[in-house]
């Protein structure tokens, strides 16, 4: 989901590999004052970002010049996002299936966890999970549901007093990466708290994709909340630069109302659409996978014998 974990103060460097002085390709756009609103995971305003950089050496594209947003995440409400949780526990199912195939028991931690729906499902399938969400609001609706997600960022809030710090079998960052300004020092933290044959689950959307590439910077992933834009090679990079080593890379399938995709639809058409959608369109669920988005399975490096 759409929400940051570490924020620092502007770096004109790359962050995946570090090297100076980005170059502009996109300038900003956005045409309203920022609110809590504009982060929300089921924005959408497509196109609409910050100024956007690209390394001259890896070709990441960041937006460098933003800082600390982390207090519009605290007073992010997304009734849209919780409106769809049925159908995004689909999601989080079909990925804890794959999982399950590199780890099928053990200690779960989702960064990011929202309002608990991959925290839910993975305590279905047996795990030892719990996680960790920025969102006051999104914390309390996983805490109507009984589930175990804690109110901070990571990682500076993600050890209470109360909890000791321990090691888990998974980590799983879900559309998290793209959210912070530092996306390779959150995964370095990730791998002190992993366990030494644990695993790390990455998604986040694609720049390299099809879809990106034919709809350029009016791709929906091109939106304020994204300030990071990877494709496979540079969430390569910046996985190994921490230490990990892919063992599957593969793409994600979504789950939505056929009503939410609709009104997503809409915002490509030249037109408004006349009436709204009927109310059966709520009840059909569409499985979409356009291809724009990765998910990245990853271990500690082997070392050479």
């Known amino acids: 989901m759409s929400k940051p974990y570490i924020f620092c103060s502007y770096k004109c460097v790359c962050w995946v590999c570090d090297t100076p002085n980005p170059q502009v390709v996109k300038l900003a756009n956005i045409t309203e004052p920022l609110t809590s609103e504009s982060f929300a995971i089921t924005d959408s305003h497509y196109g609409q970002t910050e100024e956007i950089q690209r390394c001259q050496n890896c070709g990441f594209l960041q937006c460098s010049d933003f800082e600390n947003v982390l207090s519009f995440y605290e007073q992010l409400e997304d009734v849209a996002y919780e ?6 526990m689909l999601q989080a199912q079909k990925l804890l299936e794959i999982l399950q195939k590199y780890r099928s028991k053990g200690t779960f931690f989702d960064i990011g966890a929202g309002s608990g729906i991959l925290v839910e499902a993975a305590l279905k399938m047996g795990y030892d999970a719990e996680g960790i969400e920025p969102s006051l609001w999104l914390q309390q609706q996983a805490q109507k549901h009984q589930l175990p997600v804690y109110a901070g960022s990571f990682p500076d809030d993600c050890f209470p007093d109360t909890k000791p710090r321990h ?8 559309d998290v990466i793209e959210h912070v300004p530092n996306p390779g020092e959150v995964v370095a933290e990730v791998a002190k708290i992993l366990s030494e044959d644990g695993i790390v689950a990455v998604v ?3 720049v390299g994709s099809l879809a990106a590439k034919i709809l ?3 791709w929906w992933h091109f939106r304020v909340a994204h300030i990071g834009y990877f494709n496979r090679k540079t969430l390569n990079l910046m996985m190994k630069r921490a230490g990990f080593e892919c063992v599957k890379m593969t793409r994600p399938t979504w789950y939505f109302p056929a009503e939410y995709l609709l009104e997503r639809l809409a915002k490509y058409l030249p037109f408004r ?12 669920v569409i499985p979409l996978n356009l291809g724009d988005s990765l998910l990245g399975i990853y271990q500690r490096k082997r070392k050479a014998e």
């Open 83 to 88: 409106e769809t949780r049925a159908e995004r």
């Open 273 to 284: 659409l006349p009436i709204s959608s009927p109310a059966w369109m709520k009840k059909i």
């Open 216 to 218: 350029g910077w009016k």
């Open 204 to 206: 986040t959307p694609d």
């Open 167 to 174: 090691r888990y079998d998974i980590v799983t960052l879900i």
